[in-house]
């Protein structure tokens, strides 16, 4: 079974660093995109950028360029999403997918959602 | 970036009615969409891709048609379980936007 597990909720303080993962199983890591998906609360689905683990492409959506590095470690099939500096309004949940194949198109399976609350 | 339009964003209906939403792109993108539903609180779950093609398991009360710059997501009597929120995505060329949503929720 193909499945994604995120780690868990996330409280922190404005300009702290913080790292969320993604750690995929049931199916070969490095073959298939993974994405990253802001959802704000009440608010809809945001897609900021996606990575081939196999070669590590990534792709930002512009307005989460500069703000948000994707990266991955293939020894642990795991994907995660970085900030440097949390602001306020980065208070989300977060979703990880997977494509549905190995082209980079639409997510297949998704991950629990890791809910990242950014305050002082 | 290619903006993806969702009309109605909010839907009133009843248990068996036919619903229909639609997806419109500001450029032609083919048949690159996909449909999602989203339940409260829980990650999306892809119902439709490649504008029409049904995703494995998915009802098929559920259907997508459209190419090009406009989509629709058909629900062939609505069922207790489908009332949720409905995101169209464009994959044709990055970023992969999503629409701004549509919630069915019952009359």
């Known amino acids: 079974e193909v499945q994604l597990v995120q780690s868990g909720a996330e409280v922190k303080k404005p300009g702290e660093p913080l790292k969320i993962s993604c750690k995929g199983s049931?199916?070969?890591?490095?073959?298939?995109?993974i994405g990253w998906v802001r959802q704000m609360p009440g608010k809809g689905l945001e897609w900021m950028g996606i990575?081939?683990?196999?070669?590590?492409?990534?792709r930002y959506s512009p307005s989460f360029q500069g703000q948000v590095s994707i990266s991955v470690d293939n020894s642990i099939s795991t994907a995660y999403l970085h900030w440097s500096r949390l602001k306020t309004s980065d208070t989300a949940m977060y979703y990880c997918a997977r494509t549905l194949d190995s082209t980079d198109t639409w997510f297949g399976p998704w991950g629990q959602g890791t809910l990242v609350t950014v305050s002082s | 970036d290619i903006q993806v339009t969702q009309s109605p964003s909010f839907l009133s209906a009843s248990v068996g009615d036919r619903v229909t939403i639609t997806c419109r792109a500001s450029?032609?993108?083919?048949?690159?969409l996909a449909w999602y539903q989203q339940k409260s609180q829980k990650a999306p779950k892809l119902l439709i891709y490649a504008a029409s093609t049904l995703q494995s398991g998915v009802p098929v009360r559920f259907s997508g048609s459209g190419s090009g710059t406009e989509f629709t997501l058909t629900i062939s009597g609505l069922q207790p379980e489908d009332f949720a929120t409905y995101y169209c995505?464009?994959?044709?060329?990055?970023?992969?936007?999503f629409g701004q949503g549509t919630k069915v929720e019952i009359k």
């Open positions: 049931g199916y070969s890591f490095s073959s298939y995109w």
């Open positions: 990575i081939y683990p196999g070669d590590s492409e990534t």
């Open positions: 450029q032609g993108i083919n048949s690159y």
């Open positions: 995505q464009q994959v044709k060329t990055y970023p992969f936007t």
